[in-house]
T-cell receptor, first 108, second 113 residues
Framework: GIQVEQSPPDLILQEGANSTLRCNFS?????LQWFHQNPWGQLINLFY?????KQNGRLSATTVATERYSLLYISSSQTTDSGVYFC??????????WGAGTKLIIKP | EAQVTQNPRYLITVTGKKLTVTCSQN?????MSWYRQDPGLGLRQIYY???????DKGDVPEGYKVSRKEKRNFPLILESPSPNQTSLYFC????????????FGPGTRLLVL
């Protein structure tokens, strides 16, 4: 079946550092999304990025569909960036297959 | 305020006792979905609904039922809960699955003894 793999599983950084999170997927991507789950469990959409690059403040994402991967960049990390970052790939017309997530801890 | 609400937020129950987790959205979204989140596995889709009276199975539908009688509500029903359904459950809604922001409820933490 379709697989979505994220790396690294855990990442601990000092405030102000930059980070790159990776998402590999086993099938051709139609729709790729990134999500953030904060330490209190709240989930929010970050990016919808089936291809190309998008930026939103200190966060940016790039998907290279032909090579089946996507990257999420976080620059100048803040403690509020802590949490779990998920990527999810579209499957059929109405389903998402989620990766296991990257747990990010930003230390002050 | 745009939001997805879930109730209850926390629930402890016993094996076999039927329960319902409610989900309601106030954004007139057509698409709604239920996920369960387990440690190390990310989110897995249980059921989804494309519109009123239109539902379909996700990846892990066994032991769950849903209904979509109104656009705003999408309850998750566990007819005979078992301990392996102990999990964190999220409801989500959007106008489309892709290319548009999905709004998530706050989650329901379920423990089945």
């Amino acid at each position: 079946g379709i697989q979505v793999e994220q790396s690294p599983p855990d990442l601990i950084l000092q405030e102000g550092a930059n980070s790159t999170l990776r998402c590999n997927f086993s099938d051709s991507v139609n729709n790729l999304q990134w999500f953030h789950q904060n330490p209190w469990g709240q989930l929010i959409n970050l990016f919808y990025i089936p291809s190309g690059t998008k930026q939103n403040g200190r966060l940016s994402a790039t998907t290279v569909a032909t090579e089946r991967y996507s990257l999420l960049y976080i620059s100048s990390s803040q403690t509020t960036d802590s949490g779990v970052y998920f990527c999810a790939m579209g499957y059929s017309n109405y389903q998402l297959i989620w990766g296991a997530g990257t747990k990010l801890i930003i230390k002050p | 305020e745009a939001q997805v609400t879930q109730n209850p937020r926390y629930l402890i129950t016993v094996t076999g006792k039927k329960l319902t987790v409610t989900c309601s959205q106030n954004m007139n979204h057509e698409y709604m979905s239920w996920y369960r989140q387990d440690p190390g596995l990310g989110l897995r889709q249980i059921y989804y609904s494309m519109n009123v009276e239109v539902t379909d199975k996700g990846d892990v539908p066994e032991g769950y039922k849903v209904s979509r009688k109104e656009k705003r509500n999408f309850p998750l029903i566990l007819e005979s809960p078992s301990p392996n359904q102990t999990s964190l459950y999220f409801c989500a809604s959007s106008n489309r699955v892709y290319g548009e922001t999905q709004y998530f409820g706050p989650g329901t933490r379920l423990l089945v003894l």
